[in-house]
T-cell receptor
């Protein structure tokens, strides 16, 4: 299958700082990228859907001013956690979607964010 | 919104045993997907189901799309230690739309 790369794999930051997570589709163009958050021993919860060149669509309860998403090209989407707090500590996962069926969506390896 | 109930939450089995897990939905999905997630990794797609009643195999894995389109099951036959992980079902309402994930089944296989 196609490769989706997330960077960094893990990051530790201080409260109040901002952290940027990158999601890249390495060998295909992704028309849509999805950002998920996963707390320990829980399922993946969709945060937002981003389409290249347009504003992201956020799920209910997700603060768009806190979780900034930029999808500037067909191979790169970024999630910036602004003014991070310890409760933002989580596993963040992106998926990049190239076609018309979800079998054409590939997940990144995830980013473990710890806010101290 | 959509909710997926996945069971069991966890399973502890001996190597060689068969495993079955299922998901039910409060409403209809057009596609059912089954993923496996290893610790610290993103989910990897195992099987995709597109038609009600469809039965699909991938090696030792078999999954079925329920006739009502509100449920699906995954069977793993002759389990091996590397089957350890969390298995998630996911449903898609329309093609290319967002996925709704089940709560996951944590599988432990004792050698």
């Amino acid at each position: 299958g196609a490769v989706v790369s997330q960077h960094p794999s893990w990051v530790i930051c201080k409260s109040g700082t901002s952290v940027k997570i990158e999601c890249r589709s390495l060998d295909f163009q992704a028309t849509t990228m999805f950002w998920y958050r996963q707390f320990p021993k829980q399922s993946l919860m969709l945060m937002a859907t981003s389409n290249e060149g347009s504003k992201a669509t956020y799920e209910q309860g997700v603060e768009k001013d806190k979780f900034l998403i930029n999808h500037a090209s067909l191979t790169l989407s970024t999630l910036t956690v602004t003014s991070a707090h310890p409760e933002d500590s989580s596993f963040y996962i992106c998926s990049a979607y190239a076609g018309t069926r979800n079998t054409e969506a590939f997940f990144g390896q995830g980013t473990r964010l710890t806010v101290v | 919104g959509q909710q997926l109930n996945q069971s069991p939450q966890s399973m502890f089995i001996q190597e060689g045993e068969d495993v079955s897990m299922n998901c039910t939905s409060s409403s209809i999905f057009n596609t059912w997907l089954w993923y496996k997630q290893d610790p610290g990794e993103g989910p990897v797609l195992l099987i995709a189901l597109y038609k009600a009643g469809e039965l699909t195999s991938n090696g030792r894995l078999t999954a079925q799309f329920g006739i009502t389109r509100k449920d699906s099951f995954l069977n793993i036959s002759a389990s091996i230690p590397s089957d350890v992980g969390i298995y998630f079902c996911a449903g898609e309402e329309t093609s290319g739309s967002r996925l709704t994930f089940g709560e996951g089944t944590q599988l432990t296989v004792n050698p």
